[in-house]
């Protein structure tokens, strides 16, 4: 494949006598046409105070609209944000700068009102002004309902037994929409010891904490405890869970509080997961030894760190004999977007006098979107199918997937084609014509019939055709009906969620020729329950990339009980090769960019129904989303359910996936890529060493920081901030650094900056990162921390 000419393609910014970027043009290209290019320009408009006020895409400037307009009170805060794709929202905040009272769902009509039909109002309630001023309420009300008590909040107060446990002051008892959450104990360091969850008596019945009396709230709970304890070093690193039922996984660390091993044990039978680990002086692992015997050996370009090769194999002597699982080889561009990714551990093939080779190649534009994408797949797959294959099927032929983007950033198009089988097709994606909000042509013909299929923020409200989807009023996705019968019961699946947003429990029901078959899973710290009404109890020990699967009763025919699970991910964390605990093969898995099944093969089909985990290290529904933490996403379309939570952390198109560059990014949580929060986090600690600040004193001035979220930011980022020391950079030197964060807040970059009331002080709102700032962080870059 030859390389594309982008000459002449640059990005330019203008800025304005403030030095506030008020423009920036890029410039598109596309391989196929490469006499045209394409000018996009990107527009911001700032207050009288230099506060963002108006921001525009290529697309929507084009039409005269706006992506985002912005209103501020007298301190700066943001009052009211009215967004294209998530919709017009407001927050009130008091004296103390905590949020009271928030708004959402607001629709700004064409006349200029703003309708409030189904608009969703929250109401925060904090402690008197004689004690700290922590929250201990929320309460959400949807339009034309009566308002739900969604959280409680309990604080220990100061006694023997809380200082015996390091309880004093923290939140011990936390009641949220899926149940509630109980603190036992807290280590010196921060790290919860012991952690217990209830969950709601009845899964379909949405939570509501009213009255003062705890005895009320702990009626509607179920009588279980799940409870998860920890086991932490003098720095507050995890080396040891005991998950609820019991089973126990231990973490051996390095020097450099790096993990280096880890084992499991179940029914007091002690399994090893990681026998050893060797990194490089950076930390990136070279070498893995699994508990299996197979060695996964990793290498790295030596100028720009990049990964080029991730080798699984059997090393000499292993019982099932040596051999290589997967080798995966990968080639860059010059600016680090992924040209091909080859498996070597698979052979050239031929069918139809078609050679067939184990590889990918992949072809951008100039804005490093993909536009093109070459591989194999299976004969027979078919469009959007999921085929299981034995192993020894080997019947595959070339495919070529061309996808089309608007200057919006949208993907508008994705055509399928491979010819030796006959298996053509196109998708298309209608984009609405003052949003970026789009669904497949199949439920919208023009863009004008898109935002039907929407509610007020952005959350979409049919999946295909005849599939509906219901959230709840925070923006998390309640119900899916796959399925909807006149006079019969309908197949769903519901959802539930901690005060996160992260799922704790997932149900289901479906008819099937034999009756009705019902399903439920529970998310605990490093287990999943998961039940059948035909009988099967399973338990899933989750210790990051490996799982062992544990029946209590109706073990299928045919597989072993505590049997391990290997998964083996390539770049981007899609889980390609399971392997079992005896190093053989349990399935291969091959992707399309955006996601859906090329290659799917195995030993045994019932064996490999059990693989839960697939694109991008995700887990897959039965209504064929991915579940990322925050969002769900569609691979048939290449696109999120719902806007990014995270606003424009990710771009001003809140629906786009992995800035349309899914083969090189990857997004671990739905919000942004793992690049964009790698980002942040070195210009985090880069400014806290440059200012000399300490991680209490930032957690302490996080706006509306509450106890759990100041555990969160201490166990997840309190070892890799360097230690704070005082300032000795120059003016330069700061502006230079200020510049790098200027770069990141580009339209369509990872902050918001607005200026300060106060002179000489630049300000940035980072959105919720990875969990890493629960809430709104307001960090000035002279070392002025409010």
């Not at 010891?193 to 899964?203: A, E, P, Q």
């Not at 084609?417 to 984009?431: M, P």
């Not at 197949?491 to 997932?506: G, H, I, M, P």
């Not at 360097?722 to 369509?748: D, K, L, V, Y």
Request: hydrophobic residues 30%; proline residues 4%.
């Amino acid at each position: 494949m030859s390389t594309p000419d982008y000459s002449k393609t640059p990005t330019i910014t203008t800025y304005d006598n403030r030095h506030l970027a008020v423009r920036t043009l890029e410039w598109c290209r596309h391989p196929d046409t490469p006499q045209t290019t394409e000018i996009r320009p990107t527009y911001c408009q700032y207050d009288a105070r230099g506060f963002l006020s108006q921001s525009a895409d290529p697309r929507l400037a084009a039409a005269g609209l706006n992506n985002f307009t912005c209103d501020y009170d007298l301190g700066g805060r943001v009052l009211r944000t009215c967004s294209a794709d998530a919709g017009t929202s407001l927050a009130l905040s008091d004296a103390a700068g905590r949020t009271v009272l928030g708004m959402s769902g607001l629709v700004v009509t064409a006349s200029g009102s703003t309708d409030m039909s189904r608009a969703v109002t929250t109401r925060r309630q904090y402690e008197d002004r004689s004690l700290p001023g922590r929250l201990l309420s929320v309460v959400e009300q949807a339009s034309g309902k009566t308002g739900r008590v969604t959280e409680r909040l309990i604080w220990s107060e100061s006694s023997a037994k809380a200082s015996a446990n390091n309880l004093v002051g923290t939140c011990i008892r936390h009641y949220d929409p899926s149940g509630c959450v109980e603190i036992g104990s807290i280590a010196l360091s921060g790290l919860a010891l012991s952690v217990t969850r209830w969950l709601m008596t009845d899964d379909e019945v949405q939570a509501d904490w009213q009255g003062d009396d705890r005895r009320g709230w702990d009626a509607q709970l179920d009588d279980v405890p799940y409870a998860t304890l920890s086991q932490g070093d003098a720095a507050g690193r995890v080396v040891g869970i005991t998950d609820a039922v019991g089973n126990k996984q231990r973490m051996v660390l390095d020097i450099a509080g790096m993990s280096t091993g880890r084992r499991l044990t179940v029914n007091g039978e002690e399994k090893v997961i990681v026998r050893s680990t060797t990194r490089s002086a950076v930390g990136q692992v070279l070498q893995e030894e699994h508990g299996n015997g197979v060695v996964v050996n990793r290498e790295y370009e030596p100028q720009t760190q990049w990964l080029k090769r991730i080798k699984t194999e059997r090393p000499a002597g292993h019982p099932q004999g040596a051999g290589v699982l997967q080798d995966l080889r990968y080639e860059y561009d010059p600016v680090g977007n992924v040209k091909c990714v080859r498996n070597d551990a698979e052979e050239t093939r031929f069918w139809r006098n078609q050679q067939v080779e184990p590889e990918n190649r992949y072809g951008y534009d100039s804005l490093y979107q993909l536009v093109s994408a070459s591989g194999r797949e299976k004969v027979n797959i078919g469009q959007q199918n999921r085929s299981f294959f034995p192993a020894d099927s080997i019947s595959c032929t070339r495919y070529l997937r061309t996808y089309t983007y608007d200057s919006g950033n949208n993907l508008t198009r994705i055509r399928h084609s491979a010819s030796g089988s006959g298996n053509c097709h196109t998708t298309y994606i209608t984009v609405s014509d003052s949003s970026n909000r789009a669904v497949l042509r199949s439920l919208a013909a023009t863009p004008a019939e898109v935002e039907m299929h929407f509610g007020p923020s952005g959350e979409q409200l049919q999946l295909q055709p005849g599939q509906a989807l219901a959230w709840t009023e925070r923006g998390e996705l309640l119900q899916v009906t796959p399925v909807e019968r006149e006079g019969a019961q309908d197949d769903w699946e519901y959802y539930r969620y901690d005060a996160r947003s992260q799922r704790v429990v997932k149900g289901s029901r479906r008819q099937t020729g034999s009756g009705t078959l019902t399903q439920r899973v529970v998310y605990l710290p490093g287990l999943e329950l998961r039940t059948k009404s035909s009988g099967e109890s399973l338990q899933t020990v989750v210790s990051d990339n490996v799982r062992l699967l544990h029946w209590e009763s109706g073990k299928p025919e045919g597989l072993s009980n505590d049997g391990l699970r290997y998964s083996y991910e390539n770049l981007t964390g899609c889980s390609g090769l399971e392997v079992d605990e005896d190093g053989c093969i349990i399935s291969m898995e091959e992707y399309y960019p955006y996601g859906g099944t090329s290659v799917w093969s195995g030993s045994s089909e019932t064996e490999a129904d059990y693989k839960t985990v697939r694109y991008s290290g995700k887990e897959q529904d039965a209504t064929g989303l991915y579940y990322y933490g925050y969002r769900y996403y569609q691979t048939w379309a290449g696109r999120w359910t719902s806007a990014d939570p995270a606003g424009t952390a990710d771009g001003l198109n809140m629906y786009r996936m992995c800035r349309n560059n899914p083969v090189t990014f990857r997004d671990s949580n739905g919000l942004l890529t793992e690049k964009e929060i790698q980002t942040l986090m070195f210009q985090t600690r880069q400014h806290m060493s440059q200012t000399g600040k300490d991680l209490e004193s930032v957690m302490h001035n996080i706006l509306g920081l509450n106890g759990d979220d100041a555990a969160v930011i201490r166990s997840r980022l309190g070892n890799t901030f360097p230690e704070p020391r005082a300032s000795t950079s120059g003016i330069n030197e700061i502006t230079a650094f200020e510049e790098q964060i200027e770069a990141m807040s580009m339209p369509g970059g990872s902050l918001l900056p607005y200026r300060s009331s106060q002179p000489h002080a630049r300000e940035f709102s980072t959105p919720a990162v990875s969990g890493l700032l629960c809430r709104i962080a307001v960090v000035d870059f002279f070392g002025y921390i409010r």
